[in-house]
């Protein structure tokens, strides 16, 4: 092949990775699994980092994973129908209606409540009592309330499937959400005549999500004999929730599945009651033919990311949104399922805790856990196509990989010039990343390319560029 003279300076592989799926599936082009990528405030550096691994901490209990919440300092979890402190049983509970949610009071005797639409509790560190009254929805109020407890000014608040919004007793019921009995104490959320779906919290404000809107409300301080919220005037989200397991708050961030009339789901970020769509089209064409029937989420901060996770179980699929880098990946278990994780808080020495749905287990998450509970973190780079900006023939002789020196640490890398079609995968070749300049030589000629990485160590990853030296053909 004719050759034109060797390029002066070598090209480098674009790593900014996310996924960019053609279709409903994610078997083509490029994508980032067990990783995340990390921005340089101040150059354009750019780093794919390995995700952090999971190390168990505490005692393995009995049943599925319903989730689990710091509060007051003791880490309350719940697995099966059994609700823990510290690792200690001390009341039982449903197993019905999946992931409980978290909300707390204050007051003379302070009270932690949980609640997962199907039951709900109050604990007062002595005493687990069934929440129950003539205004509380699913008890002598014939509509079941959907997931979601707030407080705010001293009043709890939960809604029911028909988006009325119930509020504990007052003024004798400020910081007594054991107190149900006022049924004046209710308010709709009407502007739309759809279902309620979830109730959150935002700044000073109440959210009630609903199948394909939002509506916000405050605390009024109505009279006595009326419900304290009234509407906010005009902040209407014309964005619903399509399942009450996908939302998640972080840092006073609201994220969750939605969808409208449309009817096409998005990841909707909501910040100071101001509403973005942060699903990229690839994300969008994975959620387009999705099953949302069975879905979990997590959110956890870690070294100045803020990761919101959300699984689609029947998909077998984790998608995984970096809020401060806007970028997204895919995490997996070890065998390349799901990442089997179902709700999240902290430690009392800032520790992050992820809750495995099924084992039992509370997990430390943290980047010196190279593994997942002794299993290998797998990490996989597929790049984009790459044809370095002509259409000619190119011979590529040398391949230099940049990262972190690090003993132990391999990359397996492979290639295929005929747009990811699964059987033209070359054979791997393998570089080690503890020697000062990793390289592969002689790597062949091609038209378009794309370039899958694997690490499979034991250790850290920590990956920058590659660079690639390359002879353009005149043809």
């Known amino acids: 092949m004719p050759q034109s003279p060797t390029v002066a300076l070598p090209k480098r592989l674009p790593l900014v990775i996310e996924p960019e799926n053609r279709d409903e599936s994610s078997l083509k082009d490029a994508k980032l699994l067990n990783a995340y990528v990390e921005k340089s405030p101040n150059t354009d550096e750019t780093w794919i980092f390995k995700r952090p691994g999971l190390l168990q901490t505490g005692a393995t209990q009995s049943g599925a994973g319903l989730g689990v919440y710091n509060w007051n300092g003791d880490l309350y979890a719940i697995f099966g129908t059994t609700l823990y402190k510290n690792g200690a049983g001390i009341g039982t509970v449903s197993a019905t209606g999946g992931v409980y949610r978290f909300a707390s009071s204050l007051g003379g005797t302070p009270r932690l409540q949980l609640g997962n639409g199907n039951v709900a509790y109050n604990w007062d560190n002595t005493t687990l009592t069934q929440i129950s009254g003539a205004n509380f929805p699913g008890n002598t109020y014939a509509d079941a309330a959907v997931k979601g407890i707030v407080y705010l000014d001293g009043s709890t608040f939960v809604m029911d499937t028909k988006a009325y919004i119930h509020g504990c007793d007052t003024p004798t019921g400020l910081n007594r959400p054991d107190l149900w009995t006022d049924v004046l104490n209710l308010l709709g959320a009407q502007i739309e005549p759809d279902r309620g779906v979830f109730l959150a919290k935002q700044l000073v ?57 449309s009817s096409s789901v998005q990841v909707l970020l909501v910040q100071a009651l101001k509403a973005t769509v942060v699903s990229t089209k690839a994300i969008e064409r994975l959620l387009g033919e999705a099953d949302f029937t069975s879905v979990a989420s997590f959110t956890v901060k870690y070294e100045g990311h803020l990761f919101y996770g959300v699984t689609l179980k029947n998909n077998n699929i984790t998608l995984v949104y970096d809020l401060v880098d806007k970028m997204w990946a895919q995490w997996t278990d070890a065998n390349g399922n799901y990442f089997p994780c179902v709700s999240a808080t902290f430690s009392n020495t800032h520790d992050r805790i992820l809750q495995h749905e099924s084992n039992g287990k509370l997990y430390d998450f943290d980047q010196s856990n190279f593994t997942d509970d002794g299993a290998v973190i797998t990490v996989e780079v597929y790049t984009p196509n790459f044809d370095g900006g002509v259409r000619r023939r190119k011979q590529m002789t040398a391949m230099e990989f940049i990262g972190d020196q690090t003993p132990g640490s391999f990359l397996q890398v492979r290639i295929n010039d005929s747009d990811y079609d699964s059987n033209r995968w070359t054979n791997f070749r393998s570089v080690d990343m503890s020697v000062i300049r990793p390289r592969l030589v002689n790597c062949g000629t091609f038209v378009r390319r794309a370039v899958h990485m694997r690490h499979a160590c034991n250790t850290r990853l920590r990956l920058q560029a590659v660079e690639l030296q390359l002879d353009i053909g005149t043809l």
């Open 205 to 261: 404000y109440v959210l009630a999500l609903k199948e394909w809107s939002t509506e916000v409300f405050y605390n009024a301080q109505n009279p006595v004999g009326s419900l304290t919220l009234s509407p906010v005037q005009g902040a209407k989200l014309n964005y619903g929730c399509v399942s009450a397991d996908s939302v998640q708050e972080i840092d006073g961030h609201l994220i969750w599945l939605s969808t409208n009339r």
